[in-house]
Each structure stands twice: as C-alpha cells, then as structure tokens.
C-alpha cells in the first residue's frame, strides 16, 4: 500500500470514529439587534465572539455595529446600546467580513443559534457574500436534551450560566453573553462526557431519547465496510431482528444509535440486538434485492414491508369450456392469463369489479360441461350475465367476449375505460357522485393492474438482458436479468476488459429455469418487488443495453398510457378542494389514437 493510501485509510478511520471535542476549534457567537426579524428589517448592532479549544481561550472579538437605523427605546433599555454609541461604529458591510475571518474554520456555536447564524446569513446574502460552510452547535438545543426540571426551571442563557456556576452573567450585550455560553458549552460536555459523548458528531445527534445502552452499542457498526450492501440486525439466539440496506454500511449502521433514528420502534430493535451483520454488494441495485429476499426469507419482525411477498393476488381468465374471472394467490403454469399482483385483495376485487362492469362473462365458480344445463341465475336475469348456465348463449358468442376480455387484460384495455369513463359521466349527470367515485376507484385499480403486468410480463418473458451504467464514481456497473429475476450485478474493475469482464459475469450468473409454457405469468422468477426494482435501474438514465436474449417490448395501446393520464388527472384532483360536480370524478382522458 503507498504512503498516500495508508494516509487516507488513516484518515478515513479517523472520520468515523468521530472528530474529538477536545481537538476542536469553536468560536461561540452572540448578537445584539434591533429586533428579532432581519427579514423584517431588523438590524445587528453588535457581534461578540469568543474562540476556543480544549477549555483554552484562543482570542476574542468584539465590535459595535452601526444599525443605520434608529434603535428602539425598548431595546436600547434591554441592551444599554444606544444611538450615540453606535454612531461611530462601522457598519454591517465591515463588521461581518471581521468576523467571518475571525471564524474561519471553526465550528460556530451559539444559544438559539437560529437566530444568530440567522442574521449572520441574512446580511451575508444581501452583500452576495458566500456563507461558509460552518457546523453549527446550539447550546440551547443541547441543554434541552440534557438539562431537567430538577436543574433548571428553564434553558435560557442566564439560567444555565448559574446551573454551571458561569464566570460571567449574561447581561444582554454580545461578548458577556458569548463568555457565559462558553461557560455553558464547556459545562454541556463535561456532563455529556459522562453519558460517552466525546465526539462532535455524537454532540449533534445527542437525545435523551436515544438511551445509554443504545449509545454503547455503536461498536456493533465498526466491523463494517464503508461499501454498499445489506445490514441484518440480530439477537442473541441469532434470530434476524431487521434488515435493511445502504450505500455506505458502516454509515447507515451508525446513525441508528444516535438521534438521527427517531422511530421508537427501531429503539427497541437496538435494545435486542446484539451483532449486526453486513453482507457487502457490487451494486446499490444488487443490494436492495438481497434486501428483499432476506427480509422474505427470514420475515423480520421489525420489517413492516415486504415480508410476505407470497400473500400476493392476481385475477386469473381461466382455460375452461365456459371461461370465467377468479380470484388465485399463485401463478401456476396452465396457459391461464394472469393480471396483477395485487399488493391486497381489495385492490384485487376493485379491478375484478371494473372488468365485470365491462365484460358480461359468468362470476360464478361451477364448473360447466360444453352444454350445460342449469337455471339462471340474479345476474342473468338483470343482464349482467351472459348466462351460459341455462343455454342463452351460443359458445361462439361467449368465445368471442372472452377473447375480447383476454385482449384487455394483455394488450389494450381500451374497452373497459371507455365504459367505465361513460358510466361515470352517467352518474355524474345524475349527481350520484359517491356512485361515480366507487367507479373511477375501480378503473384506477384496473388500469394500475393492467400496466403493472404488461411491464412485468415483458421483463419476464426476456430469457437474459444484460445492461451497464457508469456510477457517480466513475466506474461500470453491470446487471445480468434473467426472467425478470437479478441472476448476477458486478462493477467493472479500472483498466479491465469490459467484454471479457461482461461475459465471464453472464458465464457465472444464477441459472433461472422455468417451466415449459407459453404462459408464465408476470413473475415467474421472482417476487414482483424484485422484478419491479430492476424495472426501475433498467429504465433510469444513462442505462445502456449490451445484449438482449428475446423481446423485451410493451404493447403500444397498452395501459401505460392511461396510467399516465389517470395518475395527472388524480394528482390535480386531489390538489383541489372536491366540487360536488363531475370535476371531482378523475374522470380516465382518452389518448390519442
């Protein structure tokens, strides 16, 4: 490794483990204004500072600020600034660019540092001044979090200076104030210290909410790489408490033992867990697949996405003498057709309904000889149903609604749009508005279905795809897709051959065998959440295709193009305050042809 390398895996180790307080530069800032808005016109009338490091003072800056305003009565009582004393003063335009080199490279801090930085930025923009990129510390936000009733009846400045037995009261004029919150700030630390916050990065994500227990836990992050990847939190007996992935491991991890992890559930995970594993990935994309099917196949209590993929449901055309529209949790191998997955039964028998409402074919589930003989049943009798049951069609008059009906379902849903669109402007006439909703819920459902499976059929239908995209460092990643299912993902490696790099990955991949059928449904090689994932990386920019086995291709009058016109007509309609009119229906627009 050369002397450079070494010095930045030093150095990269060093960051993470956190910047020491002890080694840091701070300069604690105080103003003094004519009030509290420099929006509103509010002017600075003295800045007050104080820099500091290891408990030493380093230097201090004062200076009165001319406002080139009046100041208030009020204000020149509470501060003891008056008009004649800043009238000598410089002005705003000499005092801040003083102080910003004063400050250079140093972490600001102040109490209700909101307001101070506040201003600091407010003229600093008016003189088209870059800010600098300062770490702020607020040492009334940290009191907040540390100091209790019992301590203080409050976290104002002069109220902490005496919990920490300050050497300067707090009398409302910039440097005594900046005095006592360095009192104040060093006071913060040393009983923070105690709770093993030693770091400028633990200081600024330190909560009470987050328990001591948790906090000791941060070693649990140290043995992984700054790679991407998935991370598995674990008990003791090795059960999997959650998984989950991230660009960067080590990271991610650590953040869940600080105040960035604010959902009270993932503190209860920290409290069981005891090792976090990481399984390092080539890809992001490569990642939140594994994510996916370890969270399947261990099914994490602390996952709340993803953890039954097989709870999924799909409306099935089936293959029978007298075809009919079912309900099925699996795609089986039977040259059925299959539109979904559906996340929930109830988005299922919302598109189930919409395609009754369209195509009279029989809802019930008797099974039907070629010539049955049956009596009708209600909805026969009230036209919903073509009744093959008791002879009143002819197969050929029903064969030819079902190929309409399996046209919709995989190529052009056309016919149960336009009939939907014209029942609901029916109703809408009417003013049966809650009818008309329950039926642009339904063709929302269908056309959500509809497009969801053309896209994942092409996908699955595709034997192999492979493509590559340069990352934002530079280098190619590279994605094998068989059926659907990510078989293998890998990164080019600086001063490789890529055809050589690309052909030994598609020679190593995962196998994907699939049965003999013609029909295999929508996702026969994996979970829909996989497919869709890789949907997404293949279809997003600078995605380049280097082979494609097969044809990978959507019907040109499919749903993808009502989908978008419904969801634009949807987002408008749920921007407005409803009308009780047919606006508010999201009434389906008809494409172009």
């Known amino acids: 490794m050369s002397t ?7 150095q990269r180790t060093f960051d993470e483990l956190g910047r020491p307080l002890r080694d840091l530069t701070f300069v604690v800032v105080d103003l003094e204004t004519t009030g509290g808005s420099a929006a509103d016109g509010s002017m600075i009338t003295e800045i007050g500072a104080v820099k500091v490091r290891g408990g030493e003072v380093l230097g201090e800056f004062q200076t009165l600020v001319n406002p080139q305003t009046q100041i208030p ?17 410089p002005p705003i335009e000499s005092a801040l660019p003083a102080f910003l080199e004063f400050a250079a490279g140093s972490v600001l801090v102040a109490h209700n540092a909101p307001f101070d930085v506040g201003f600091l930025k407010h003229f600093a923009h008016e ?51 900046a005095r006592a919150t360095v009192d104040v700030l060093h006071g913060l630390m040393e009983r923070l210290g105690g709770l ?42 090795r059960r999997v408490l959650y998984v989950g992935t991230s660009r960067d491991l080590r990271t991610r991890v650590r953040t869940y033992f600080t105040a960035s992890e604010t959902r009270s559930r993932m503190g209860e995970m920290v409290g069981l867990a005891t090792t976090v594993e990481g399984i390092v990935c080539s890809t992001p994309l490569e990642a939140q697949v594994r994510e996916l099917r370890l969270i399947a196949e261990h099914k ?57 409402d369209t195509f009279p074919v029989r809802q019930c589930s008797d099974r039907f000889g070629k010539v049955p003989s049956r009596s009708p049943c209600v909805l026969a009798e009230l036209g919903r149903c073509l009744a093959p049951c008791d002879g009143s069609v002819d197969h050929t008059t029903y064969a030819s609604v079902v190929r309409l009906l399996q046209d919709t379902l995989v190529r052009r849903p056309d016919e149960v749009v336009e009939a939907i669109n014209q029942r609901m402007e029916a109703l809408a006439g009417d003013e049966r508005f809650e009818e008309a909703g329950v039926h642009r819920d339904r063709l929302a459902a269908f056309v959500r279905a509809a497009a969801r499976t053309q896209r994942l059929s092409a996908l699955s239908r595709c034997p192999e795809i492979v493509a590559t995209r340069r990352e934002d460092d530079g280098r190619w990643s590279v994605h094998v897709v068989r059926h659907g299912r990510l078989a293998a993902a890998g990164v080019i490696p600086p001063g490789a051959d890529a055809h050589q790099y690309v052909h030994e990955l598609r020679l190593s991949a995962e196998t994907v065998d699939l049965p003999l059928s013609p029909a295999l ?40 193009r009502h989908l978008a016109v419904h969801d634009a007509v949807e987002h408008s309609r749920r921007s407005l305050v409803p009308f009780r009119d047919r606006r508010d229906l999201g009434t389906v627009a008809q494409p172009a042809r």
Not at 75 to 85: C, D, E, K, R, Y
Not at 163 to 170: A, D, E, I, L
């Open 4 to 10: 450079t390398t070494a010095r930045w895996e030093s």
């Open 73 to 89: 009565p009020f204000i020149a009582v509470l501060t003891g600034i008056s008009n004649a004393m800043v009238a000598d003063a």
């Open 127 to 177: 003189q088209g001044r870059p800010w600098p990129n300062f770490e702020v510390v607020d040492t009334a936000k940290v009191a907040r979090r540390v100091i209790t009733r019992d301590d203080a009846p409050n976290c104002k400045l002069s109220s902490l200076a005496r919990v920490f037995r300050s050497g300067t009261t707090p009398n409302h004029r910039a440097l005594s104030d």
């Open 196 to 237: 093993g916050v030693h770091t400028l990065e633990e200081l600024q994500t330190f909560s009470a909410k987050v328990s001591t227990a948790q906090r000791r836990k941060r070693h649990l992050a140290e043995g992984l790489p700054h790679s991407p990847g998935v991370y598995l939190f674990c008990d003791d007996s």
């Open 300 to 356: 994490p209590r602390y996952n709340r996405r993803s953890r039954f993929p097989e709870r999924m449901h799909f409306v099935k055309l089936t293959r029978e003498p007298w075809p009919r529209l079912s309900l099925v949790t699996k795609v089986l191998a039977d040259d059925a057709d299959y539109l979904g997955p559906f996340s929930s039964r109830k988005a299922a028998e919302k598109c189930l309904a919409a395609l009754h």
């Open 521 to 560: 449904g929508p996702v026969p090689a994996a979970t829909a959440e996989e497919s869709e994932k890789v949907l997404r990386w293949l279809e997003s920019d600078g995605v380049r295709l280097v082979d494609v086995v097969g044809e990978w291709a959507c019907p040109v009058a499919g749903a993808g």
